[in-house]
C-alpha cells in the first residue's frame, strides 16, 4: 500500500545538467582570464579554477548525462511499495483507461528483474517501472520507481494519468490547490 501523501516528484534534467556544464566553462573562463590579466601572479589561482573546472566537467558527464539520457529533459517519479507487475498494471489501466493501447518493452540490463517502459500511441510520455532502493520506498518487500519521462514539457493529459496511476497504486490523488 503507498503511503497516504505520495505525490510526484519533479525534475528537469536538462537544466540540472546545463546548469553544471556551464558553471565548468564559467571557471575555465575565470581560469585563463586570471592567468591571462595578471600573468604569473596569478597562476596558482587559475590552476586551481582549472583544476575546479575539469573536476565540475567530468562530474557533471558522470552523473547528469546519463540521468537525462535514461529519464529525459523533464521528469516525474514516484515511489511505490508494490511489486514492478502492480506498477506496470496501475500504469497500463491508466493509459487503457484514456482510450489508448499501452505497450510494454523490458529494456535489456544485467539485473535479475529489467526496467520496463511503458508507452503508448499518442500519449507523448513514456513511463519507465525499476526496482529501487531509494529511502523513501524503504521497507519490506519489493518497492519500485515509475519514472514519466517527456520530451519537452508537461501537458495536462500526462497530470491525469498521474493521478490514475496514483489510484491504481492505492494511494490518495494529490490535492488540487
Known sequence: MESPGAEWAY?????I???????AILLVGLGVLAVVAFGQDAALAGAALLTLAIFVLVFSSLV????????G?????VYSRRSMDDAEQAVRAAIEASGRTA??????????????IVTAEGVSARFRIELTRHPAASGSGEATEIIESFPSRDEAEAQALRVKILEGLGADAPSKE
Open 11 to 15: 525534475a528537469n534534467n536538462a537544466r
Open 17 to 23: 545538467a546545463a546548469f553544471f556544464f556551464g558553471l
Open 64 to 71: 547528469f548525462l546519463p540521468r537525462l539520457a535514461k529519464r
Open 73 to 77: 529533459a523533464v521528469s516525474f517519479s
Open 103 to 116: 505497450r510494454v518493452e523490458r529494456v535489456r540490463s544485467r539485473s535479475r528483474t529489467p526496467p520496463r
